[in-house]
């Protein structure tokens, strides 16, 4: 059983892209699904689908390589967790890697990039950066 499923599903991302492989699998959960959507979005994987097997649900994720092989994500951590939840209020969330990088924010409008929960005004739980 897995306690922390969102530091899961990134370690998944990871050691996929460190392996090159073109597809990863990902337990489904909303927190997932929306996190994997910001990174679709930001351009950081090719893009995802949500399929059911044996009455669970699970992400089929696509990775993205550059011209070259290499992977575009570079580096993604898991800042909030279990242990110790981290909370930054609207002035607090700055840009991550000068601009290159993404924030993950779970507000209470859902779960957002950093640079619009600091755009809309509110704060919230800093669960992972992508970059």
């Known amino acids: 059983m897995v306690n922390d499923i969102v530091s899961d599903s990134l370690t998944r991302i990871r050691n996929a892209a460190l392996r090159r492989l073109d597809t990863t699998k990902l337990l489904h959960s909303k927190?997932?699904?929306?996190?994997?959507?910001?990174f679709v979005n930001e351009g950081?994987?090719?893009?995802?689908?949500?399929?059911?097997e044996d009455n669970k649900k699970f992400i089929n994720v696509v990775l993205k390589y550059d011209e070259?092989?290499?992977?575009?994500?570079?580096?993604?951590?898991?800042?909030?967790?279990?242990?110790r939840r981290v909370y930054q209020g609207k002035d607090e969330i700055r840009l991550f890697k000068n601009g290159y990088g993404t924030v993950v924010v779970s507000t209470s409008k859902g779960v957002m990039r950093g640079r619009d929960a600091s755009r809309d005004g509110i704060?919230?739980?800093?669960?992972c950066t992508i970059w």
């Open 123 to 127: 704060g919230g739980e800093v669960l």
């Open 68 to 83: 070259r092989g290499k992977s575009v994500i570079t580096e993604v951590k898991k800042v909030s967790k279990p242990g």
């Open 44 to 52: 950081y994987l090719e893009s995802f689908n949500v399929v059911e």
């Open 31 to 38: 927190v997932v699904e929306a996190i994997v959507e910001i």
